[in-house]
């Protein structure tokens, strides 16, 4: 049950970033993601926020495709992908922290559009909208309430990593993380 659980949700994100659906990653589907992004965040491409996102975005594939593709192709399959990231972050280890982290925290500079050092519901739904989790908006919201682990109304990056962290290693089927890339 356990795998099973962790393969729906490992597919899940690779038909995410798979943006181009050929069946597999390659680095013009993670810029694709990140334009797709600033776009759904009304981000001008050229701003120093949209620089920020694309920079983090580039490193984030760089390490991740250096442990994923095993056989050096410039491309992930789907059983590279689940084959690392079952490896990789499974077990919470130190590349979930030096990929994730970084990346996370440039997406949220454009996620949080006035600035304020959190995400409102309003951004949180905007950036959903960016991932295309086929979540409708009440979803959206549930989802954000059960994220939202202090209840003050707003996601700190922290409680946004915990929900990543959750979706890519946890074994728990009512996390709440589970649902960041829609219904399993």
């Known amino acids: 049950m356990i795998d099973d659980l962790l393969d729906r949700k490992l597919e899940r994100a690779f038909t995410h970033l798979d943006a181009d659906r050929s069946g597999v990653i390659d680095s013009a589907d993670i810029f694709a993601l990140g334009s797709r992004l600033l776009s759904a965040l009304d981000e001008p491409a050229g701003s ?12 984030f594939w760089q390490d991740l495709f ?6 050096r192709d410039g491309k992930v399959t789907p059983e590279e992908y689940k084959l690392g990231m079952t490896r990789l972050y499974a077990q919470g280890g130190p590349a979930y922290d030096r990929s994730f982290r970084p990346m996370m925290r440039a ?5 949080d559009a006035d600035g304020d050092g959190v995400i409102s519901p309003e951004e949180f739904h905007k950036a959903q909208g ?4 086929g979540l409708s908006p009440a979803d959206t919201e549930a989802l954000f309430q059960r ?8 996601l700190t990056v922290d409680e946004l990593l915990h929900a990543v962290r959750e979706y890519y290693t946890g074994t728990d089927e009512d996390a709440p993380g589970n649902l960041l890339f829609g219904e399993l």
């Open 48 to 59: 120093s926020k949209a620089e920020l996102v694309m920079a983090g975005l580039a490193d």
């Open 66 to 71: 250096t442990e994923l593709d095993m056989d």
């Open 107 to 111: 997406i949220l500079t454009i996620v």
């Open 130 to 133: 960016a991932f295309d989790t």
């Open 147 to 154: 994220i939202d682990a202090d209840g003050d109304g707003t």
